[in-house]
């Protein structure tokens, strides 16, 4: 009998519309069962054996109990055989009205399977009469249970959806063996001036142009400096809305000075004001993996990256490109082995200094450079040739974006501060290259900022603005106290330095080499400031080799938002996704791939010359109030040392082989001086030398 009971239940299940099922599912089978089994004669027949109930009972699993509501509905409802008889649609009408009624249906099951006993006693006797009273709280008892059991379902079904089911799970995508949400990785290629890319030295970034979109350049924010920039990136914010104002600069309310490669005070979280893009998602159940991107070591307590790598500037770029790829391999939300505590990132952040690095010590035009930039097309080469292997190519957004330029610096392009301004008269001094001024006495500020403009009058190298009164529109660079009153502002290739560090005069007369060689911090609209951004996947579904109009990058953080799909805080940023392209690189009516003149160094380099450099380092120290003197000079040496020319006595190969190792032991006692908790200097923050960024 069960049997064929069971067979009834298939072609009922069968002929039962799909709608009806997804209404009233748990309880319909269970009506349904019911039902068919009313058919038979239930008292008499189908239970009579205990054995048979016994298996009737036990028949299916799941915790709904189905058995025993099946068997418990007669007691309720005498007319079964002719509910079984009904219209299906009857039937149907009769189980909403119970679900609504309390779930009714089901809920003498479980009177039945908690007074088992009981009732195979009754049964045993041979007598279905049951006192009305008992009836009553046995009800009360099976409604409480059914409710419970209710909750605890739902509850079941909560936890089942948020656990097997992501937010995102309609838009998830197959690679062929793992679903992927819209996942984009950002690379950022510090101090990759726009133009680099036309030195035929990065085949890998010209062809990732040619298949994706991009402007010919992006313009960075003003200062055009790291930190700022690559906070205004991670926030679609202007420096001055977000507060990292520039690489150094004093905070008057907090009577505090922000210096960014000492983490003991770059890092407090007081400094970074609006949401990174890593906490907008996070904020979004959407995971991000930060590798070194400035800024994104903050201690902030609450909705932080699921992974932050701490910066290490000598990491070698190919531990990038594994870094970005064990990312890509987490187990996703959909897959065996995901761990609630380490899940896929669908935002991959990765931070890469070297261009930069090489662009301050050796200058932009350099030879040692072409190498770095080569270095850095070939790690983004091998991050797409993972997401190839991975057949991630048209799944996973990468974009690629840049910070600043590079401008070459000379000695013949230096402005001597005190022919401007008396170092004695000012307090701090914030910024590089470009000097924020805040006077000992602020009532001086109106008198210094007129001699200024007296004695600069015959300089056209110079800009000179009041925060709060001239400086340009386009800079946003006025609505923070943390911007310093009074600004010299050098033009690209220029810069200013204190006499006690260097007499431009007799370092003139002596051919001293200037270092830093390469300096950017300028003017964000002038061509050797230039950045790039191009990107390429599903979120720039455009045609190959697609060109926008330049934009600033406070509108990155709004494009990246789009690509994973999260909703970006209101920002500075205007454009969105998808990007509105004006047409092909390769039309004829496309501007030239421009390489802006950068100013030409006027002294060729020599080992002498080097040995004399002047490191900005020390030339900034000596302004500071406090100074750690061995730092300084310690920072000197080591740029001075990191200057290689090759001697008769070395190949070409083993002399770049030394200066490669030089950078590296360069770049590690720059990490040590600033990674290690201790300050390169303890003054007004103007540290920079060779390690401006
Ligand atoms: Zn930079």
């Known amino acids: 009998m069960p049997a064929s009971a069971r067979e009834t239940i298939g072609r009922r299940r069968d002929s039962d519309s799909a709608d009806e099922r997804t209404l009233i599912d748990p309880l319909s089978d269970d009506e349904r069962y019911g039902s068919e089994v009313s058919d038979g004669d239930y008292d008499h027949d189908i239970l009579e054996s205990e054995d048979e109930r016994e298996k009737l009972l036990t028949r299916k699993d799941g915790i709904f109990g189905n058995k025993g509501i099946r068997i418990g509905r007669r007691d309720r409802n005498a007319p ?18 119970e679900m609504e009624e309390g779930v009714g249906a089901s809920s003498s099951s479980f009177e039945r399977r908690s007074s088992e006993s009981d009732e195979r006693r009754l049964l045993a006797a041979g007598t279905h009469r049951q006192s009305q009273k008992k009836r009553i709280w046995r009800r009360v008892g099976i409604y409480g249970s059914i409710a419970g059991l209710f909750f605890v379902l739902l509850f079941a079904a909560y936890r089942a959806s948020k656990s097997e089911h992501p937010k995102n799970a309609a838009t998830m995508v197959s690679n062929g063996t793992h679903l992927f949400a819209p996942t984009t990785i950002l690379i950022s290629l510090d101090g990759f001036r726009a133009d680099f890319l036309y030195r035929g030295l990065t085949p890998t970034l010209n062809n990732f142009v040619a298949e994706g979109i991009s402007p010919k350049y992006m313009m960075p924010s003003f200062p055009s400096v790291t930190f700022p920039n690559h906070f205004t990136l991670a926030t679609g914010l202007y420096p001055e809305a977000h507060g990292v104002v520039g690489n150094s600069f004093w905070d008057e309310d907090l009577q505090k000075e922000f210096y960014y490669t000492d983490p003991e005070r770059s890092l407090q979280p007081y400094w970074w004001g609006g949401e990174p893009i890593w906490r907008t998602a996070e904020r979004q159940d959407t995971p991000v993996a930060v590798h070194m991107w400035p800024g994104s070591e903050v201690h902030s307590e609450e909705f932080r990256p699921a992974y932050v790598d701490k910066y290490n500037g ?18 996703g939300p959909l897959d065996i082995g995901v761990k609630s505590d380490q899940p896929r990132p669908q935002l991959i952040m990765t931070y890469v200094p070297n261009v930069d690095a090489d662009g301050h010590m050796y200058g932009p035009n350099s ?3 072409r190498q770095t930039i080569n270095d850095a097309d070939t790690m983004v080469g091998n991050i797409l040739k993972g997401l190839e292997a991975r057949n991630l190519t048209d799944i996973v957004n990468v974009v690629i974006v840049s910070d600043h330029g590079m401008a070459t610096t000379d000695t013949s392009r230096l402005v001597q501060l ?19 001024l805040r006077p000992k006495k602020i009532s001086e500020l109106e008198r210094l900022h007129k001699q200024i403009l007296d004695r600069a009058q015959n300089m056209t190298n110079i800009e000179v603005y009041l925060r709060d009164k ?61 950045a790039i951004f191009v990107a390429r996947g599903p979120a720039f579904p455009h045609k190959p080799n697609s060109r926008v109009e330049p934009f600033q990058n406070i509108n990155v953080y709004n494009i990246i938002c789009d690509s994973i799909g999260i909703t970006p805080l209101a920002n500075n940023g205007t454009l969105r996704l998808p990007l509105k392209p004006v047409g092909l690189h390769s039309d004829e009516d496309s501007p ?13 380099p020599s080992p002498s010359a080097s040995a004399d450099a002047v490191p900005i380092s020390s030339a900034t120290v000596s302004m500071a109030t406090t100074v750690t003197p061995a730092k300084a000079s310690k920072t000197a040496s080591s740029t001075a040392s990191a200057k290689p020319t090759p001697t008769s006595t070395e190949s070409w190969w083993q002399w770049l082989t030394h200066s490669a190792e030089n950078v590296e032991d360069w770049v590690d006692e720059f990490m040590k001086d600033h990674f290690t908790g201790k300050p390169i200097q303890e003054g007004t923050g103007m540290g920079k030398g060779g390690s401006a960024v």
């Open 80 to 97: 079964t055989k002719q509910r079984g008889k009904r219209g299906h649609n009857d039937e149907l009408s009769a189980l909403m009205y």
């Open 314 to 331: 000598s990491e070698i770029l190919s531990k990038k490109v594994d870094r970005v790829m064990e990312f890509l391999d987490t187990p």
């Open 367 to 369: 030879t040692e450079i």
């Open 418 to 436: 005190e022919d401007l301004v008396d170092p004695n008269e000012i307090e701090h001094i914030d910024g590089w290259p470009h000097f924020g």
């Open 470 to 530: 001239d400086t340009p529109e386009r800079y946003h660079f006025s609505q923070n106290e943390r911007i310093a009153p009074l600004w010299i502002i050098p033009k690209a290739g220029w810069a200013v330095i204190a006499k006690a560090d260097g007499d431009v005069e007799e370092m003139k007369e002596n051919g001293v080499v200037y270092h830093p060689r390469g300096i950017h911090g300028y003017d964000h609209e002038h061509p050797l400031m230039r």
């Open 592 to 604: 030239l791939e421009e390489t802006p003149e950068d100013p030409v160094p006027s002294a060729k």
